[in-house]
């Protein structure tokens, strides 16, 4: 009686057992992987599902959700040899559960390590500026070029976004110091500018000045010609009327330096009598 109640217990324990290993629950959202001795056998879909025990076991379960992958930062070499730092994020998809699990060994790492090369690969290809600012245009290279090996995965990219693109700390150092350099360049080229012309400025000026003196010397030239002239036409032929306005001028002249505060001493010609007596006697005879 006891060995047949021992036996009926372990009857139904592996009764049990069985049952559980043969009834599989799949939650929404995923799909489940079945092997039958260590070959593929079946895909189970959410809801329930029922495999033969002992010879099916279920080899992977995978998340048919969009998956997001984190690509971390890595630093890349653009055209002009200079270091730029860039991150991305990837949204995936499993849409062949059968190729994800056998057509690579970690979908997920491939996926990330060929996002980092192709990044790399199309950074390269950029001078600095245009990588800092053609977002749009890396998303749309990068999405084309990882699309056709992530579909022999079993997998479809839905997106990728560049989350940070970035001059690497050494790369802003040197770009601080080339823009400080720039800026000094223009501080220099705008000193030297002005000082050029200022000393243009001035030479002109100069330059008019001296016409202008060389103008006004011409006029009161031709001014005192002028005079001449008419005091020519005025005198004629006689010479006495030219005598006493010279001994005019002799007399307000010496009359000047006389009462001037500065003359301590006023010397005189010799013969100042004689040329006064004979301007005045002549204009007398005459």
């Known amino acids: 009686m006891g060995a047949?109640?021992?036996?009926?217990?372990?009857?139904?324990?592996?009764?049990?057992?069985t049952l559980a290993k043969g009834v599989r629950i799949v939650p929404q959202g995923t799909e489940w992987i079945v092997e039958r001795l260590?070959?593929?056998?079946?895909?189970?879909?959410?809801?329930?599902?029922?495999?033969?025990?002992?010879?099916d076991k279920v080899a992977y379960k995978l998340v048919t959700k969009d998956i997001i992958l984190d690509v971390q930062e890595q630093e890349v070499i653009t055209r002009d040899n200079a270091v730029i730092l860039i991150n991305a994020i990837a949204f995936i998809k499993i849409t062949d559960p059968i190729k994800a699990v056998y057509g690579v060994t970690d979908f997920s790492e491939a996926i990330r390590n060929m996002i980092?090369?192709?990044?790399?690969?199309?950074?390269?290809?950029?001078?600095?500026?245009?990588?800092?600012?053609?977002?749009?245009?890396?998303?749309?290279?990068?999405?084309e070029s990882i699309a056709d090996e992530a579909i022999d995965w079993g997998l479809t990219v839905k997106s990728v976004e560049i989350q940070d693109i970035k001059p690497s700390e050494s790369m802003v150092k040197a770009m601080e110091a080339q823009a400080s350099a720039e800026r000094e360049r223009k501080a220099m080229v705008t000193k030297s500018e002005g000082t050029k012309q200022s000393a243009i400025l001035q030479a002109e000026a100069r330059l008019e000045a001296a016409r202008r003196d060389a103008e006004a010397q011409i006029t009161l030239a031709e001014a005192s010609a002028e005079a001449i002239r008419r005091?020519?036409?005025?005198?004629?032929?006689?010479?006495?009327?030219?005598?006493?306005?010279?001994?005019?001028?002799?007399?307000?002249?010496?009359?000047?330096?006389a009462d001037s505060t500065n003359a301590k001493t006023i010397v005189?010609?010799?013969?100042?009598?004689?040329a006064l007596r004979g301007i005045l006697g002549r204009a007398r005879g005459e």
């Open 4 to 17: 047949g109640f021992i036996f009926i217990v372990a009857l139904l324990i592996f009764a049990i057992v």
């Open 38 to 55: 260590g070959k593929y056998s079946s895909t189970l879909h959410p809801g329930l599902n029922i495999i033969i025990p002992y010879l």
């Open 268 to 274: 005189l010609p010799a013969d100042i009598q004689d």
């Open 116 to 143: 980092m090369t192709t990044l790399r690969s199309i950074a390269g290809d950029m001078d600095l500026d245009q990588a800092l600012s053609s977002r749009d245009k890396i998303k749309a290279r990068l999405r």
């Open 231 to 257: 005091v020519a036409a005025a005198i004629g032929n006689q010479d006495a009327p030219m005598r006493y306005m010279l001994g005019e001028r002799y007399l307000t002249a010496m009359g000047k330096l």
